[in-house]
Structures are given as C-alpha cells and as structure tokens.
C-alpha cells in the first residue's frame, strides 16, 4: 500500500517535470493552409477606426485574422523592445517609431508616416468648468486630465504648453496653473475618456479624432489654434523585421491607406496622408 | 532452509531494495521540485538586481519620480494603516468576543476585499465617491473632492488592505486565554480596562504583525488606485504606479523603485518574524 503510494507520487511528480520541460520547447508555430494572425500594435488613439478597418479587411481576406493591442505608443514600444512578437506597430508620434527603428526592431523600408492629427479640448457635454479655451485651463479648481511625458499626446500636450509658456500673453505662470490643475496623467488616450464621460474630470487635452461618432453628444470638443502646436500629430507604422507574416503585413497596409481605410480614418476625424504611387 | 523460507528471504531483500531505491528516487524528484521553484522565484528578483548598475540605481535614487513616489507611498501606506487599525481593533475585538446576529455577515464583508480583484474595487470607489458617484455626488455640494486626490489613494488603500489587519488581529484575540479576562472582570475591571490592560497586551505581537501585513498590502496596491486614485506624480503617483508609468520611459527609474519596494518587502517579512517569535 505504501509503496504503491510511493509510485504514484513519483509519477505524479515526473509528469509535472515532463510538462514543465513541455512547457518550455513547445514554440507555437502555425499549420499551413491554416488561418494566418496578424498581431497589430496600435496606438490607443486608433482604437475605433482600427477595429472598424480590421473587420473590414478580415471580410475580404479570408484566411488572415488581425488582432489588435491598443495601448499608449510608449507601452507598445517598451513591449516591442522587450521581445513581443509583433507583425505591424503603428505609433501616435514618429518618436517611439524611430526608437524601434534605430534599434533595429523594424523593417526599415516599410516605415511610412500615413496620418494626421489634431489636438484639440474636450469637456463632458455639460461642461461643468464652463471652459471655452486655451485660457480656460488655467483658472483655478479645474479638473484636468492630461497624458503622462511619455504617451504621445502628453507629449504633444507639453510641447504646446511650453511654446506657450515662450509666449508672454500667457507666460511660465500660465503653464504652472495648469500643471497644477491637473488631476491625473494617462498612460493612454482611451483611458481618458471615460473620466470626461463621467464628468470626474472637467477638461482634457486629447485628438480630434477622440471622440467617437457614439460619444458626441457625450463630450464637447474645442478646436486649439495651430499657433502653439510646432509638430502636428505625425503617425507612421511599419512592419516588425522579425514578422514572419510579411506578405499579410503588407496588405493589410495596402488596406488601410486604400480608399477604405481612408473613408474610415477620414470618417474618425484623422487626416491621412495619401500613399506615394 | 527449506525452499519456501529462502523464497520469502529473497522476497524481503527485493522488496527492501525496491523501497530504498523507490525513496532515493522521490527524494530527488522532490529536490528537483523544490529548486525548480526557488529558482522560479529567485531569479526574477535577482534580475531586478542584475540588470541595472549600482551607479544607476543610485542616479535613479536622486530623480523627482521615484522620490515623489517612495514619499508618498510611505506617507499614504502609514495613514492606511493607521486608518485600519483605529477602525479594526474594536471591530476585531468585538468579533472575537461576542456572539451576536450578523457577526458571520460582518466576518464576510471584513474579509471580501481579500478576494475582490483591485480592479473591482478600484470602479466601487469611484462609482461611490467620484464626482457624480453615489456618495460623491452630495460631498460634491460641500466642495469636498475624494476622487483623484492623495486621500482616494488611502481610501483605496484602507480597503483593500484591511482584511490583513483584521482578521490576524481577531486570530490574536481569539487566541488570549478567557481566564486572565475573567480574573481581571471579577476584581471589578471595566471591559475598556479589560481591553486595553488584558486583551490587547496580550494579543500584541499578532496585531503589531496584522498592522506590518496590512501596510504592506497598502505599499502595493495598484489596480484600485489607478482607477479611483488616478496617476499623478507627487500627489497620486504611488510606488507600483511610478514602476508601470516608468517602466514606459525610464526603465532605470522603474527597476530602482522596483528594488525598493523588494528590500522593504523583505524588511516586513524579518519584520513579521522577528515580533511573532518574541510574543509566542
């Protein structure tokens, strides 16, 4: 009786070695003829006309799935470089884009700039703070949210605040009001939204194309004069040289900067910039 | 000898050969376990260690984001834990020495937070004490702001970290010997004096290692207080939201604070150690 205990502790224990070594070899790798998944990294910002364009591609190619991870462009990166297996990044500044490039993380030459963006203020609809612009932000007791240094549109955000801090209609006192309203720094635009949406927060710094067609009468956008903003929100996207999708990669590329991609991202309140013949 | 009595011989001396060998083998399986796992757990945190150069630790140590966020941390995890203890005492106390309707509903809703993700509390808060929150709403009108403030990071704290306090502090309580209690009533002490000179003496060293549990729960806290908290250096950025923010950026900065929070996680658990020895 023991010893029969015994035995079954020694297979137990050995099947729980062999699985963990299993564990360990086993790659997943892809049966042919089977569905190919193409693993896009896409900057949060594109959350709605990735998913719309996404479907809209997967209708048309059968055989290739697209999954999706929206996430500020600065997690993505940090992802990429610590050893994600990716097949397209597309990033909300050509900074973290470059950061991959010239760590040899991307395949150099399908490296393209394709959309603009704008910043712009949003409030919840009722706008509890009653603010109506720039100046706005800087009055004392307002709730702002912004996005951390890193995130692209925090980036952007601070870029504006500094040109105008330069400025001496609004000067370095104007920006230190700010700052000083702000309630919380995001690590991504779509986690902002939901604060505006349930008026925790008075006003935000975002894009254009941040609200969605669902959430207009929600939220109420104030355009921001392009006088402060030096660098307009610039978004490339290129495929990883470690892909091994290459060929799906390219056309879903070929997708988005087509005419359907286009109407979407045109639709979301983005510009694209049209594809070099 | 005949031929049946060396068969059984032979027998035994199989049997006890097969035993030992049975035995060497499941001892070094277990061995092989064990060091897979300690190593699972170890390597990790030395990496933590490994990857980042004293003289970059010790940079890191000197930028505003990672001592914004060791200060606050400390600051708010004390409060919690303050917070947790004037509120759980009596709370334990009355639990483990009373029988009353309800005691097993109040037992359940103390410990929930153990087991309720940070994620859910962290939306709970914010839908009781945001701004338009169920709470929120009227403290709105006295223009007191809980929401994305230092004190919805105590908040978040004291909640997800007060069943650690509570239920050591009630295993303490249960586990004072009724007999002093009663002697110390029967020479005419108030229950208060019976509390405070008896119960809670005695019962120190489960409650001092409840309150090290509890900060350190408080320490580490991440989910609700991202959500209910928000992330803003110096003011609601803690430690674990200054590694995931960092980590973004400044990877030195996230692997510093990183290192900090494994030091004084060791420090608790001596700490736990060292003060339940010396009382039990």
């Known amino acids: 009786m023991k010893r029969s205990n015994q035995a079954t502790l020694v297979a137990v224990s050995l099947l729980i070695v062999a699985a963990l070594m299993v564990a360990g070899c086993t790659t997943t790798g892809e049966t042919p003829g089977e569905t190919t998944t193409l693993t896009v990294f896409t900057a949060a910002s594109l959350t709605g006309a990735f998913t719309d364009i996404g479907k809209a591609f997967e209708a048309e190619n059968e055989g290739v799935k697209v999954d999706f991870v929206f996430d500020g462009s600065q997690a993505l990166r940090t992802q990429i470089e610590h050893g994600a297996a990716v097949d397209i990044f597309v990033s909300a500044n050509m900074k973290h884009m470059n950061a991959l490039r010239d760590g040899g993380f991307m395949d150099d030459d399908t490296v393209t700039p394709f959309l603009e963006n704008s910043l712009a203020l949003v409030t919840p609809a009722d706008n509890p703070a009653g603010i109506t612009g720039l100046a706005d932000l800087a009055n004392p007791g307002v709730k702002l949210v912004i996005g951390t240094k890193d995130v692209p549109f925090g980036d952007y955000t601070r870029q504006m605040l500094d040109n105008m801090a330069a400025d001496p209609e609004y000067g370095e006192d104007y920006r230190d009001a700010v700052m000083e309203n702000v309630i919380s720094e995001e690590t991504a635009v779509t986690s902002v939204m939901p604060k505006l949406m349930l008026g925790e927060a008075d006003v935000s710094i975002v894009y254009v194309s941040d609200i969605s067609k669902d959430d207009r009468d929600k939220l109420k956008r104030f355009d921001i004069p392009s006088e402060y903003i030096t660098e307009r929100p610039i978004y490339p996207l290129g495929i990883l040289a470690e892909s091994p999708h290459k060929v799906e990669a390219e056309s879903f590329i070929a997708f988005v900067r087509g005419p359907d991609g286009s109407a979407t991202l045109t639709d979301y309140g983005f510009d694209p910039i049209p594809a070099e013949e | ?280």
């Open chain 2, 1 to 280: 000898m005949d031929l049946t009595q060396f068969q059984q011989k032979s027998e035994v001396s199989r049997h006890s050969s097969r035993t030992r060998l049975g035995r060497a083998a499941l001892t070094l399986l277990i061995a092989v376990l064990l060091a897979l796992f300690l190593l699972f757990v170890t390597v990790p945190i030395a990496s933590l260690f490994l990857r980042i150069s004293p003289e970059a630790f010790l940079r890191s140590l000197a930028e505003p984001v990672v001592l914004d966020a060791l200060s606050l941390s400390l600051i708010t995890a004390t409060m919690s834990t303050v917070i947790v203890v004037i509120f759980g005492t009596p709370l334990a106390l009355i639990n483990a020495r009373h029988d009353y309707r309800g005691r097993d509903l109040v037992d359940t809703l103390t410990d929930l937070p153990i087991v309720l993700p940070p994620a859910v509390a962290g939306i709970a808060l914010l839908m009781a004490f945001g701004r338009r929150g169920v709470v929120g709403q009227y403290l709105d009108l006295f223009g007191i702001h809980i929401a994305f403030t230092t004190v919805a990071v105590i908040l978040a704290q004291v909640f997800v970290a007060s069943p650690f306090y509570i239920r050591q502090a009630k295993a303490s309580f249960e586990a004072v010997d009724r007999i002093y209690e009663d002697a110390a009533r029967t020479l005419g002490a108030s229950p208060w004096a019976v509390a405070r000179r008896i119960t809670i003496p005695l019962a120190w060293g489960g409650l001092i290692s409840g309150a090290i549990l509890s900060f350190a729960r408080a320490l580490g806290e991440f989910g609700a207080t991202i959500m209910f908290a928000g992330n803003f250096q110096g003011r609601t950025q803690t430690m674990p939201l200054a590694i995931y923010t960092t980590m973004q950026g400044d990877l030195d900065a996230s692997i510093s604070l990183a290192i900090i929070l494994v030091m004084i996680s060791f420090a608790v658990i001596a700490a736990v150690k060292v003060v339940t020895r010396r009382n039990f």
